[in-house]
């Protein structure tokens, strides 16, 4: 139980933790907002390519069983049905918000990211997260002294009326994407086409980065079939297949100012939609 | 656990001064403890399929991917199936992307290509939205792989982050980034540097190391480990 002392400590720490430009007030009034702070505020957290960063130092680390075991639960849900990749990558990359995306360590998302999933599919409620996470916590008082923390299922649940995806029994002996080929309309470019990617004004989700909106390429690869990842996030298993392309930029082209020799080159996989042709 | 074993972690703790001194159980094993309990009570999959994919996490490493490129280098009909058909040359160095589950490690696909460098181009890669990574033949990223600042610096100024790493390449060489983050998983294949006339497939296997196939380094005759030393501990590391 905490105490008044405590809690007073608590908000101090919660209201150092900034989320807002420093140069607009928290809760700004509609003429506060400048069309690119909304972008900015709408600009899914995960995309950071060409973001403003010093050299810090490159380590490796060992990694925490939980870590593992956390990689493995997310995994064991995607084999049985309970969602694709896509769902996991929007909902531990993006809708944890900027604070948890920058704040919080790379698995600790990934956790984050199983419990919203059960309670929003409706697999478990509120209350059975909630009563679990103190049953578990009161397993351990005070210090482990070697011991390791163990899952304690008190029975295993037949799982007959749990709704799953239809892709983890059609992808069987394919895998993804092989199991959507041959579900596209004819692919609209072709190997060496010079294409644009669309500016276009993207909420919630998205695999397009920010830094090759509006730029100039090639098409390197037409590379497979399958649905785009702003449908498959969304658990919609009616979405329509499209084709994907590598496409290769000149880095000159994308950044302004790029010091590097003119050839050098980036390229990234992009879903049709996102492309528009460019006459030469 | 055995009091020998508490030793061992009490000793550890006073010889690494990074390791952070948490013996309670923390936030984030509770929360995966109590979340893979409720999953197996309400079945949405069994403590059985959890063994199993834990036990194929647990065996992938860069082991296969360090030879099969130096497989490649010996071999040019293989070269050609590796450039051509990675998943299937995979198989021939005993990694099988449907595994574990039938349709393959979900969150890494089935799409695998292999990037050949040459004289004049030399790749690197990074998966700038999160941290897509050919796992299955590569083991699990390294921890800088992830981070936001690799991510974030590598698209735009990919020679001053190679320099970090340790490698110059000359304005003649091109520098691609490859930036995988839809289905694609990408690994590089360096060129065979001079000095290893002769040498068998183990031996080209062991300059072929895990940044060499990200593309943050090159093979060089002598070097058999990664750039950066360093490692930062875990608090209850995972069981071997």
């Not at chain 2, 799409?111 to 699990?140: M, Q, W």
Request: hydrophobic share 35%; glycine share 6%; net charge negative.
């Amino acid at each position: 139980m905490s105490t008044a002392a405590e809690r007073a400590e608590q908000l101090a720490l919660v209201s150092r933790l900034k989320t807002v430009y420093p140069e607009v007030p928290e809760w700004p009034t509609p003429d506060e907002i400048s069309h690119s702070h909304w972008l900015a505020y709408m600009k899914t957290p995960h995309d950071v390519g060409g973001e403003l960063d010093y050299p810090h130092p490159y380590e490796n680390k060992e990694e925490e069983q939980w870590e593992l075991m956390t990689y493995v639960l997310c995994e064991v849900l995607a084999w049985r049905g309970i969602w694709v990749t896509e769902e996991r990558r929007r909902i531990g990359n993006v809708d944890v918000g900027r604070s948890i995306y920058l704040g919080l360590p790379y698995y600790a998302r990934w956790l984050w990211s199983v419990g919203r999933l059960l309670i929003e599919k409706k697999h478990i409620d509120w209350a059975e997260l909630t009563d679990r996470l103190v049953e578990v916590k009161n397993r351990y008082p005070g210090p482990l002294n070697g011991r390791r923390p163990e899952a304690e299922p008190k029975f295993a649940g037949d799982g007959k009326s749990v709704r799953r995806n239809q892709f983890h029994i059609k992808a069987v002996g394919l895998g993804d994407p092989p199991v959507f080929a041959g579900t596209a309309d004819p692919a609209k470019f072709k190997l060496g086409d010079r294409i644009r990617v669309r500016d276009l004004p993207a909420m919630f989700y998205t695999r397009t980065p920010e830094y090759v909106r509006g730029a100039e390429g090639i098409i390197a690869e037409v590379a497979y079939e399958s649905p785009a990842p702003e449908d498959e996030t969304w658990d919609r298993e009616d979405a329509k297949s499209e084709w994907f392309y590598i496409v290769r930029f000149r880095q000159s082209d994308l950044w302004d100012n790029y010091t590097g020799p003119n050839n050098d080159t980036l390229q990234t996989e992009l879903p049709e939609r996102w492309l528009e042709a460019v006459n030469v | 656990m055995s009091n020998s074993d508490h030793d061992h972690d009490h000793d550890h703790d006073h010889d690494h001064a990074h390791k952070p001194m948490v013996d309670e159980i923390t936030d984030f094993e509770v929360l995966e403890i109590a979340l893979r309990e409720l999953c197996i009570e309400k079945g949405l999959f069994t403590a059985q399929e959890h063994r199993v994919f834990t036990e194929y996490a647990e065996q992938i490493g860069p082991t296969p991917a360090a030879r099969l490129v130096a497989k490649a280098w010996l071999d040019p009909e293989f070269k050609k199936l590796a450039l051509t058909d990675a998943i299937k040359a995979c198989k021939e160095v005993g990694v099988d992307w449907l595994h574990p589950t039938g349709f393959g490690a979900p969150s890494d696909f089935m799409a695998f290509k292999i990037l050949e460098d040459t004289p004049t181009l030399h790749h690197v890669i990074v998966c700038a939205l999160c941290s897509c990574y050919p796992r299955p033949i590569l083991g699990n990223s390294p921890e800088w792989y992830r981070t936001p600042n690799y991510r974030r610096r590598i698209v735009r100024w990919p020679r001053q982050v190679l320099s970090e790493f340790g490698l110059e390449l000359p304005g003649g060489v091109e520098v691609r980034v490859e930036d995988s983050n839809q289905k694609h998983r990408f690994m590089v294949m360096p060129l065979r540097p001079a000095g290893t006339e002769g040498w068998t497939e183990d031996q080209l296997a062991e300059i072929l190391t895990r940044d060499c196939l990200i593309g943050v380094a090159l093979p060089k005759p002598g070097v058999t480990n990664n750039v950066t030393p360093l490692v930062r501990e875990a608090v209850r590391p995972v069981t071997a």
